[in-house]
């Protein structure tokens, strides 16, 4: 046994002592691979990568299901029990009206379009976040209400599969929170493609103070120069990881450690994510909020070469007007929302991003035309919308799109499209259009079986304006 007065050195110059002080997990990675995937083989890697991208994609997901009678398709002509007590305005956009309570984007409608013939079959909030999120307008086979890796996967995953890249900067970014009902909700990771395509999932509050992610900081004492010496170390501790995770396939381990150093050794992520470096005026003009602050940070992101970032407005279903529909919406949500993505649209304009940037903001369906949603059902209350994918509303800036311009239309009530329907296949063929990806491309499960991407059409009205 080794005198006291000796002591143990590893080749990179770390002590048993300090090795123990730094402790298994963090020399090992396991802060940021387990955010880049916990469970699940790896498909295969495709053979070869299509051609660069040519944008990059803010959506912003309005979880729970805005009402679109309410925001961008109101029915001044309709009955009370349908069109509400919200009032339409002019915008700068020559015959686009939207609601009152959306000024500051009304005087931006030049710079946006709106699509108001969305559809799908499926009313409830996890099949309809699948829909939305992953492109698809029916649920894969072995899917169900429940995040499982039997799912589609998200745009940030398809783009992982199809162009990896290892030099330190995510394909894609989740933000600011992680949706679920006590179980996930489907369309927030790679699904059947495996953990090892899943994408940055970040779920600490960027309005927080001292706000940071931790797993892509270096630990106190460690710099880049020194962290390839980390790795050697690692090599050293081989031995010691059957015991941390038995059930781990050690090759999928591997590929999420090799991320984790390209991502801590990347000053570009690293910078991105300081978002107490912006001014504060920039701050205040997007909502010192989660929301506000989760859109400058998606803006700093893609500046930073994230192709696809997504920033949820709340929690899990906080759109989820089933009461007080008009207070909520008028008090809570639409202020925050109009302050937030009209600071955005300007911030991107002003930066010259909003050209190669496509926004793309939706919830997963809308509300029913007529208030107090399904009468005899238990979600009814008279001054609430109940859920509805008969007819919604999808909204669509920069990137290219020809703004100031309404596509499609829906009924009298806002029921069903009364135009050519659009549906949450056409959104992820748009999406993969932006990112300069076949929407048809094939990728491969995790048995390798084929796949066609998405089955929808690039909704072309958006671009030219026809």
Not at 1 to 26: D, K, P
Not at 114 to 125: A, C, E, N, Q, Y
Request: charged share 20%; with cysteine; net charge neutral.
């Amino acid at each position: 046994m080794a005198s006291n007065s000796t002591v143990h050195r590893h080749t990179v110059g770390l002590s048993r002592r300090e090795a123990l002080q730094v402790g298994y997990s963090g020399l090992l990675g396991l802060g940021l691979p387990a955010l880049l995937g916990k469970s699940a083989n790896a498909g295969d890697e495709p053979q070869a990568k299509p051609k660069r991208r040519n944008k990059s994609v803010i959506l912003i997901f309005l979880t729970g299901a805005p009402s679109h009678l309410d925001m961008f398709d109101l029915k001044p002509e309709a009955p009370a029990e349908v069109r509400g007590i919200f009032n339409s305005i002019d915008t700068s956009a020559p015959g686009v009206r939207i609601c009152e309570h959306l000024p500051m984007l009304a005087a931006r409608a030049e710079r946006f379009a709106v699509i108001r013939s969305m559809t799908h079959d499926l009313p409830g909030h996890e099949q309809a976040t699948h829909f939305v999120l992953t492109g698809i307008d029916r649920l894969p086979l072995g899917a169900t209400h429940m995040a499982s890796r039997n799912d589609w996967p998200c745009y940030a995953s398809a783009l992982n599969f199809l162009r990896p890249r290892n030099d330190g900067i995510p394909n894609g970014v989740l933000l600011p929170t992680y949706l679920h009902n006590g179980y996930g909700f489907s369309g927030q990771d790679a699904g059947f493609l495996g953990a090892k395509f899943d994408p940055l999932h970040v779920k600490q509050d960027p309005n927080a103070d001292g706000f940071r992610v931790d797993s892509l900081n270096l630990p106190a004492g460690l710099t880049v120069t020194n962290l390839d010496n980390r790795r050697q170390l690692l090599a050293e501790v081989d031995s010691q990881r059957a015991g941390i995770d038995r059930a781990r396939n050690l090759n999928e381990f591997d590929s999420y450690q090799q991320q984790a150093f390209t991502m801590l050794s990347s000053s570009a992520v690293g910078k991105a994510f300081a978002i107490d470096q912006e001014k504060a005026e920039v701050r205040n003009c997007y909502g010192r909020h989660p929301f506000g602050q989760s859109l400058l940070l998606a803006r700093r992101l893609v500046q930073a070469g994230v192709p696809i970032v997504q920033a949820n407005m709340g929690t899990m279903n906080n759109w989820d007007t089933h009461n007080s529909n008009f207070t909520q919406l008028k008090d809570r949500l639409l202020p925050p929302l109009d302050r937030g993505v009209s600071a955005l649209l300007d911030d991107l304009q002003e930066t010259g991003l909003l050209e190669d940037t496509l926004l793309l903001m939706v919830g997963e369906f809308g509300r029913t035309p007529k208030l107090g949603g399904n009468v005899g059902t238990p979600s009814y209350v008279p001054d609430g919308r109940d859920h509805w994918s008969g007819a919604f509303f999808s909204w669509f800036a920069g990137g290219g799109v020809q703004g100031g311009q309404v596509i499609g239309a829906s009924d009298n009530i806002a029921a069903y499209p009364a135009t050519r329907p659009y549906r949450p296949s056409d959104l992820g063929a748009t999406v993969y259009h932006a990112l300069g990806i076949d929407p048809g491309s094939e990728i491969r499960d995790r048995v390798n079986r084929p796949m066609r991407l998405n089955d929808g059409e690039v909704i072309e009205p958006l671009f030219s304006g026809a």
